[in-house]
């Protein structure tokens, strides 16, 4: 393992006032998206969507990074260019996500576990030749009574850091993502203890896999009340808690932080970013920001709507979400800047 050059490469994932753009979203996923909006469910519009995507004019300047899907990875543009020399084009690091999604855990209803481990090796040798630097791995934690158990939680905190552990020794900066969902009406405090509990069970696993804490990126949920709990907290307390947490339990070595929205709307996740970096930005050991999915690209798909008319709008909004991202990033986000986006809060 190169730790230097992991290193270096995770400094530009974090670098400045960038985030990073997860479009690695699974056949399953993108066509339940598409289906909601009408939208053909072929590979063919896939590719189109992932086009306007990596050709939207300005995303560079936000974006440092963006997470594919294995399919996205042979796909042309069409004029016949690859979308990861686009990327390259654009100085903007093409990721693979490399889990192969969860499935059921045995003897623990309602749990999951992350498919993917085998044969790793051997995918993530290829993905470094294609020239991809960075990987993703999403485990899933369920919150509900008498969940999660620490059978679930040290089963994923282990596969995470066998994952991470793979991904250092073939030069690829790791993505460790351990999801606690948003789904159910436990509070916020229920949601940072079992967060807390979570990483500090995967901090383990890693060190104990000696993973490069410098050479990997850890995309957490923020800490926030279920979505079906009747005390749905300000910004200011969730900013605090968010912060309040990691502070307790990510080592100060680690590349950075960059959140996964989870189905937050997009200008909260973007309110919530930026109240943390204006009250802590200063306090904080890592570099923190962004790595959303839905609160970046679901206004653009809706405005896209699978029709070629719409493919220039559908850029403007994502280009600007990114932009909002990128100024949260600086503590520089205010509502006035959603002015004349009015789909910016589409997609919860
Ligand atoms: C939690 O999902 C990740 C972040 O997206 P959001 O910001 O929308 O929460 C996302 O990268 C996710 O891992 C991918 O979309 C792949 O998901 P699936 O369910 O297709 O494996």
């Known amino acids: 393992m190169n730790t230097q050059e992991l290193k270096h490469?995770?400094?530009?994932?974090?670098?400045?006032?960038?985030?990073?753009?997860?479009?690695?979203?699974?056949?399953?996923?993108?066509?339940?998206?598409?289906?909601?909006?009408?939208?053909p469910q072929t590979e063919?519009?896939?590719?189109?969507?992932?086009?306007?995507?990596?050709?939207?004019?300005?995303?560079?300047?936000?974006?440092?990074?963006?997470?594919?899907?294995?399919?996205?990875?042979?796909?042309?543009?069409?004029?016949?260019?690859?979308?990861?020399?686009?990327?390259?084009?654009?100085?903007i690091i093409p990721g693979i996500k490399v889990d192969q999604g969860t499935s059921p855990l045995p003897f623990f209803p309602g749990e999951t576990i992350?498919?993917?481990?085998?044969?790793?090796?051997?995918?993530?040798?290829?993905?470094?030749?294609?020239?991809?630097?960075?990987?993703?791995?999403?485990?899933?934690?369920?919150?509900d009574t008498d969940l999660p158990t620490k059978t679930a939680i040290s089963a994923n905190a282990f596969t995470l850091a066998r994952y991470a552990a793979i991904c250092q020794e073939a030069g690829i900066v790791p993505i460790v993502e351990p999801e606690v969902l948003m789904d159910g009406s436990h509070s916020l405090q229920t949601c940072a203890a079992v967060t807390e509990d979570v990483l500090k069970e995967v901090f383990n696993a890693l060190y104990e896999q000696k993973v490069s804490l410098e050479g990997m990126i850890l995309k957490p949920n923020m800490i926030l009340p279920g979505l079906t709990c009747p005390d749905q907290n300000n910004t200011?307390?969730?900013?605090?808690?968010?912060?309040?947490?990691?502070?307790?339990?990510?080592?100060?070595a680690v590349g950075g932080i960059a959140f996964l929205s989870g189905g937050q709307s997009p200008c909260l996740a973007t309110e919530r970013?930026?109240?943390?970096?204006?009250?802590?930005g200063p306090q904080m050991p890592w570099p923190l920001t962004f790595s959303f999915s839905r609160a970046i690209q679901q206004p653009a798909l809706e405005i896209w709507k699978g029709n070629d008319q719409n493919i220039k709008a559908a850029q403007q909004s994502l280009a600007h979400r990114a932009a909002c991202?990128?100024?949260?990033?600086?503590?520089?986000?205010?509502?006035?800047m959603e002015k004349n986006h009015t789909s910016s809060n589409a997609g919860s």
């Not at 090796?121 to 919150?143: C, D, P, S």
């Not at 200011?236 to 100060?252: D, G």
């Not at 970013?273 to 802590?280: G, S, T």
């Not at 991202?325 to 006035?336: D, L, M, T, V």
């Open 9 to 39: 490469l995770s400094e530009r994932l974090m670098t400045g006032d960038k985030g990073l753009l997860a479009m690695d979203e699974s056949t399953g996923t993108c066509n339940k998206r598409f289906k909601a909006l009408g939208i």
């Open 325 to 336: 991202n990128s100024a949260a990033r600086r503590a520089e986000y205010h509502a006035e």
């Open 236 to 252: 200011e307390t969730i900013a605090q808690q968010t912060i309040h947490s990691f502070m307790k339990v990510v080592p100060a």
């Open 273 to 280: 970013l930026n109240m943390m970096q204006l009250r802590y």
């Open 114 to 143: 992350t498919e993917g481990l085998d044969r790793l090796t051997e995918r993530m040798a290829n993905y470094y030749q294609m020239g991809l630097r960075f990987a993703k791995w999403r485990a899933v934690i369920h919150i």
């Open 44 to 91: 063919e519009y896939r590719r189109k969507y992932r086009q306007l995507i990596v050709t939207t004019p300005h995303l560079e300047e936000s974006i440092s990074g963006a997470i594919l899907f294995e399919e996205t990875l042979q796909q042309l543009t069409d004029d016949g260019q690859s979308f990861l020399a686009i990327l390259k084009q654009k100085d």
